[in-house]
């Protein structure tokens, strides 16, 4: 097996990343080629742009990734990448590159799953740590899901438990972001300006979702209500023109600061702000703590790019030391989309042999579990 070194490859979104980490755990690069700004002038990702990028990117960030590491090609003991989910044309780019690079390395080549490396931007970070009794919450911008992980003979196995039946809460969070004139992404806005506005001013409500039943109960989500709650909002109380004039004002400043974007919001628009993020955190919080409390967990972790949400990580801190859980977060730079997850997530994987085969394809509904 080598030294354990695993060169990891991410393309599902709008990042071209590619990490080297050592035996699932010793991140020795991690470089991540954003495309946030181009798509942040079309209010979203826009996935035929976000492929022509990847192409751009994709080698120059293999072979930064080897640079920072110290290390050769002829080095590494295998090669992984993101299978799925995402987007389609930007998955077949990572994959695409990874196949060749392994066939001409004559390495092995690994395929993981995008959620996986999610929980594991965690894990990697307590190496050694329990690995029982983990309930992992994922949420991101394409993705809001609850997984019971085990470990046995140091492979992972996956339990879905609960997943958002439409929009993923970071979704929600661009979307209103958008709806209220302010940047792509949405996400960081929301919850810097939160802390401005009064996040009781607006009651709103999350209906109780369970497909399961009541010995196997599912512990769903769902964010497409609160965002239409949002938007009747706006219409009633008349708010459409000022947010126009938040959006011009926006456009005009090239790199706003949250002082810049202050003084564009009045009160009411700071206490709508804070009262949407005070709901999502609840629910989050609530729907996850109930499934702890059923399936009897000893530990959460929560990852994916909502888990840098500070109202987030600071409500989960509190509620599970009420409740004699540990919880962990990854750090800022593993929250959001990056190779060193998908490294680290295959590193069981090469352990136990378990390896793609030269007809790996993309697949953008990859279901973990």
């Known amino acids: 097996m080598g030294t354990g070194l695993i060169l990891g490859i991410e393309s599902s979104c709008d990042e071209t990343a590619a990490a080297v980490v050592r035996s699932g755990g010793e991140v020795l690069s991690n470089v991540v080629a954003s495309q946030m700004e181009m798509h942040a002038l079309y209010g979203g990702v826009v996935p035929e742009l976000a492929s022509r990028e990847h192409l751009r990117n994709i080698v120059p960030v293999v072979r930064e990734a080897l640079r920072a590491a110290d290390v050769s090609a002829d080095d590494l003991d295998a090669i992984a990448v993101t299978a799925g989910p995402g987007l389609a044309g930007a ?72 997943r958002t ?21 949405g ?9 401005h506005g009064n996040a009781n001013a607006v009651p709103f409500r999350f209906i109780s979702i369970n497909r399961g039943t009541e010995e196997d109960p599912s512990f769903d989500f769902s964010f497409s209500g609160i965002k239409t709650a949002v938007l009747r909002y706006v219409d009633t109380h008349g708010m459409k023109a000022a947010i126009d004039a938040r959006r011009a004002a926006l456009a005009r400043i090239e790199q706003p600061s949250l002082k810049d974007v202050l003084a564009l919001c009045d009160a009411e628009t700071l206490d709508l702000i804070a009262s949407f993020q005070h709901a999502v955190v609840g629910n989050l919080v609530r729907q996850t703590l109930a499934a702890a409390a059923h399936f009897g967990a000893t530990g959460i ?48 994987k090469l352990r136990h042999g378990e390896f793609a085969g030269a007809d790996l394809n993309a697949t953008p509904q990859l279901r973990l579990g």
């Open 301 to 348: 972790v929560v990852s994916g790019g909502v888990a840098a949400n500070r109202a987030l990580r600071a409500r989960f801190a509190e509620v599970a030391a009420e409740r004699g859980l540990s919880v962990a977060f990854p750090g800022a730079s593993l929250s959001t989309d990056n190779a060193a997850m998908i490294a680290a997530a295959a590193w069981p």
């Open 187 to 195: 996400g960081p806005w929301i919850d810097r300006l939160s802390a």
């Open 91 to 162: 998955l077949l780019v990572g994959i695409s590159f990874a196949k060749a690079y392994a066939f001409g390395l004559e390495k092995p080549l690994i395929a993981v799953n995008h959620l996986e490396g999610h929980i594991h931007a965690v894990l990697m970070e307590r190496h050694g740590a329990s690995a029982g009794g983990l309930l992992a919450l994922v949420v991101s911008g394409g993705h809001t899901h609850l997984y019971l992980a085990d470990e046995s003979d140091g492979s992972w196995r996956y339990r879905n438990v609960g």
């Open 165 to 185: 039946v439409d929009d993923a809460a970071g979704e929600a969070y661009d979307k209103v972001a958008k709806l209220l004139g302010l940047g792509y992404p």
